[in-house]
């Protein structure tokens, strides 16, 4: 696959999650940012393990509310989400 073409499936993807974050935050921004994860996870189909494997290698407060987050640490969170959910879904892997 043209690696050009690998890059911008990634971005897609990532900023895909990006953009269910921030609406899910500027609709919902006294949710958990856990439970924000889980209704984002459940409209994105992106896996809930990937979801705490992020939140624990970005050292992040499950109970913490998704409104306290800045728009560079959602974008972090995101790309992390999507790291981690490539890498537990070998089907992606291909992609």
């Known amino acids: 696959?043209?690696?050009?073409?690998?890059?911008?499936?990634?971005?897609?993807?990532?900023?895909?999650?990006?953009?269910?974050?921030?609406?899910?935050?500027?609709?919902h921004p006294h949710q958990s940012l856990k439970?924000?994860?889980?209704?984002?996870?459940?409209?994105?189909?992106?896996?809930?393990?990937?979801?705490?494997?992020?939140?624990?290698?970005?050292?992040?407060?499950p109970q913490q509310s998704i409104g306290r987050l800045r728009s560079p640490e959602l974008a972090q969170l995101a790309y992390t989400i999507y790291r981690h959910w490539r890498s537990l879904n070998p089907a992606m892997q291909e992609a």
Do not use: P, T, Y
């Not at 696959?1 to 609709?27: E, P, T």
């Not at 209704?39 to 970005?58: H, R, T, Y």
């Open 1 to 27: 696959m043209h690696s050009n073409f690998a890059r911008h499936l990634w971005n897609v993807g990532a900023v895909k999650i990006v953009d269910a974050l921030q609406s899910h935050q500027h609709l």
């Open 35 to 61: 439970e924000s994860l889980a209704n984002v996870s459940a409209e994105i189909g992106f896996c809930d393990g990937a979801a705490d494997l992020a939140m624990k290698g970005l050292r992040l407060d």
